[in-house]
């Protein structure tokens, strides 16, 4: 079992930058694949970014790439997503996720879910 709570979200301006943490429980966090998605009201969730346990493959999507860096720390048990040049439409809602996976693009890839943090970004 591994229980995901995320943090760092906020109000920031378009430009601005923001790192949200992924705190994970449980001992085999690092055996995991962590993934960012996000998801606004009315639309399904989208992946932002993942990341296998070793560090050795990155994915992003193709909107974020670029801008948005992820990383983890196994010793620490926590995963994050720096986000640079912040746009309105990263507005959303976003979640960590754990599962057994390479690149998990899709929802149904991850085990696991934190409960989610909010970002919103004004013009």
């Known amino acids: 079992q591994v229980q995901l709570v995320e943090s760092g979200g906020g109000l920031v301006q378009a430009g601005d930058s923001l790192t949200l943490s992924c705190a994970a429980s449980?001992?085999?966090?690092?055996?995991?694949?962590l993934g960012w998605f996000r998801q606004v009201p009315g639309k399904e969730r989208e992946f932002v970014a993942s990341i296998t346990w070793s560090n050795s493959i990155t994915n992003y999507a193709d909107s974020v790439k670029g801008r948005f860096t992820i990383s983890r720390d196994n010793a620490k048990n926590t995963g994050y997503l720096q986000m640079n040049s912040l746009k309105p439409e990263d507005t959303a809602v976003y979640y960590c996720?754990?599962?057994?996976?390479?690149?998990?693009?899709?929802?149904?890839?991850?085990?696991?879910w934190g409960q989610g943090t909010q970002v919103s970004v004004s013009s």
């Open positions: 996720a754990a599962g057994v996976t390479i690149r998990g693009v899709i929802t149904s890839a991850y085990d696991y």
């Open positions: 449980g001992r085999t966090f690092s055996k995991y694949t």
